[in-house]
């Protein structure tokens, strides 16, 4: 049984060998894209709170194009959808360059901008997942997603530090050129692929069009089947309760001391892990109670939150800041691997337990999930930590992320039970 990343997909299958380096490529250029915005954003109002604003642009279209371009994935041809709206991104990154050529000035042209690039990726996004179960076989799709996992941590961690090599070398306009060409490679990776329409099976093609009925049948379909369910339901929770992004200002900046340089290296931590744990992914393609094994995840998720909320507890006082900063990043680096593997293991489940004219659409629900859980997690845990602070903010939310799984396995033992050899949504 092979430990480590398994390369089957890409070995296996050129179709998927192409779309996935081009959308390997393409997220360097993404995360690039976002450092150089914030820093641009920043150098153009000297405002942390402008900044902020950025999160919310992007934020609305995820939400909206995330349900929407779902259904469009489930009704039309997907390479096509992915095709149509990585061409809209691209032409966005080039806008990019060009207003930092043409030395923009006003704020309001960025984030225009970022809506309409993370309106795209709402939809490219589930277009490419939902294309993997149709050009890989069944078995291979958890090492498929262990790969983009991989690929998705490698380029949080490759993209900000390249980001900050180009502007420092060349300015914005730089680094938006050169996120311009690499998005290029999607486009390479989605072009070569066959026509792949949707499989309606026995029912034919649907008679509602692409619109709000459409959506609403996809949580017609959630509503009825709680394996498929709880994967999102299980995120929500982990993501609500113990999300430790906003905590990292402050930790940086007070308790361990440091400023940016320390908040970089705790979201650099989690990256890390989640590659590390990719690295050592090959295993998990044999394992076949998935749904038990989110839950295990999640709990080492909740687990190591509550970890890094005791080194912050023990800064200056048990520990030493230092000692404690170390601590802090080993439990950060624990929690990334933590959610990569419920990553894999959520995004297989949905891909296997769901028909594939429903795909599109329950993706749109998972891209959603994947950037509304944390959003509203960062709300109440910046709320909750003002009040009782950081340290136990974080101590108290990973144990009631444990907690709660505990409730959730005993309330859908079905979901503990599911067998990946027989998937049933």
Known sequence: MPLLLDLTPLRANPAYRRLYTGFTLSNVGSQLAVVAVGLQVYDLTRS?????????????PLVVMGLYGGALIDHFDRRRVGLVAQSVAFLTSVACAVQAWLGNTHVGVLYALVAVWNGAFAVTSPARTS???????????????????????ASLTVGPLLAGVLVDWGGFRTAYTVDAVITTAALWGLSTLPPLPPDHGEDGPPTTRPG???????????????????????????????????LFPAAGAVIFGG??????????AAAVGGILAMFFSGRLGHVRRQGAAILVAIVGWGAAIAGFGVSMLAAGGALSRSHALYAGLVAMAVA???????????????????????????????????????????????????????????LFGGIACVLAMGVLARLQPGFVRYDAHRPTP
């Open 212 to 246: 709000l009925r459409s959506v609403l049948d996809g949580f017609t379909f959630l509503a009825t089947r709680p394996n498929v369910r709880m994967t999102f339901i299980a995120d929500i929770a982990a993501m609500f309760l113990a999300q430790p992004r906003v």
């Open 131 to 153: 294309i993997y179960p149709r050009i890989l076989d069944r078995d291979l799709l958890p090492a498929a997603n262990a790969l983009s996992v991989f690929a998705m941590n």
């Open 48 to 60: 942390t709170a402008a900044v902020g604003v950025v999160g919310l642009c992007a934020l609305v």
């Open 259 to 268: 400023g940016a340089k320390t908040v970089g290296a705790l979201s650099a």
């Open 336 to 394: 990334g691997a933590s959610d990569s593997v419920s990553a894999v293991f959520r995004t297989t489940i949905l891909q296997a337990a769901t028909p594939d004219h429903l795909r599109g659409r329950l993706q749109g629900v998972f891209i959603v999930v994947v950037a509304g859980g944390p959003r509203l997690g960062e709300l109440a845990g910046g709320v909750v930590a003002s009040r009782i602070g950081e340290g136990r903010m974080a």
